[in-house]
């Protein structure tokens, strides 16, 4: 068995993606990444399933930027249950709304609060009935297969004793993991709560950025005879921001390589105490 990771740092080459690889460094939402790929998935197939693709690209892309735009994306998951659940118990699935699962995972994930929060006021912002509750979907039991349907709950019942040992073995490693990342964490605190100013200091910046871009979107048609020069310096302005942004990303960067470095150590000997 590996070693558990203890710290691990995601990190995107903002050479090659731009900036919007330096923000998803800072607002990233990987909790969400296999609760929205139906939904994501869905919506590419809508704009890419045309008879004559290339033909209707640019209407697609009139639509999406016209101003009545309403843009009709996925705002709950469906979570189908195994053939073996729905058989034994008549229950198909559970459909949730994302807005509620967000508002979970901001409770008890404080890392990833602020990108999740602006993603649910933002996107799953509470417009649609979709955006509020979760149902269940029956299926009936009865048919012509109450035989094979009472073998399936007795064959499930006889993994109990196995399962229940899995669970305990997972639950005691994961505790042991847990001590092992609090204690690693108390050593290196100083070096965490900088990381934490400095990342909440580059979102503030982010948050600027952004800013001066949709001041400069919504603006610029008003500025006149001398729209060209002050679109030039509103860019100028917006080029420093996004330099600063990308200074403050790296010095982010070389502190998470330190204990990056000391944790890799510390999960080595770890893994060596108990493997070797």
Known sequence: ?????????RRKDDDAGGLSDL????????????????????????LLSTDDEAGHEAENQDE?????????????IWIEFPPIVRNITGCAGI????????????????????GLTEIMDDFYDGSSNDDYGWDTESQSVFGDFFEENAMAR???ASTKSLR??????????????????????????????????KNANRVSMCDEFDLGWEELV?????????????????????????????????????????INSAAAERHKEVWEAKHI
């Open 23 to 46: 923000r998803s460094c800072v607002r990233d939402s990987d909790p969400l990444d296999g609760a929205l790929e139906k939904s994501v998935e869905a919506e590419l197939e809508s």
């Open 64 to 76: 999406y930027y016209d101003d009545d735009y309403d843009p009709d994306y996925e705002r709950s």
């Open 218 to 258: 919504v603006e610029r048609g008003t500025w006149g005879v001398d729209a060209d020069v002050k679109e030039a310096n509103a860019r100028q302005n917006l080029s420093a921001i996004y330099e600063k942004l990308r200074e403050a990303t790296h010095e982010i960067w070389a502190l998470e390589r330190e």
């Open 1 to 9: 068995m590996a070693p558990p990771v203890m710290a691990y740092v």
């Open 95 to 114: 459909d949730m709304s994302i807005r509620d699962i967000l508002k979970y995972l901001i409770s008890t994930n404080s890392d990833d609060k602020h």
């Open 154 to 156: 007795v064959a499930h």
């Open 164 to 197: 229940d040992a899995n669970r305990e073995a997972i639950e005691a490693e994961r505790a042991e993991r847990s001590s092992t990342i609090s204690d690693f964490r108390a050593k290196y605190a100083a070096s965490y709560a900088e990381i934490k100013l």
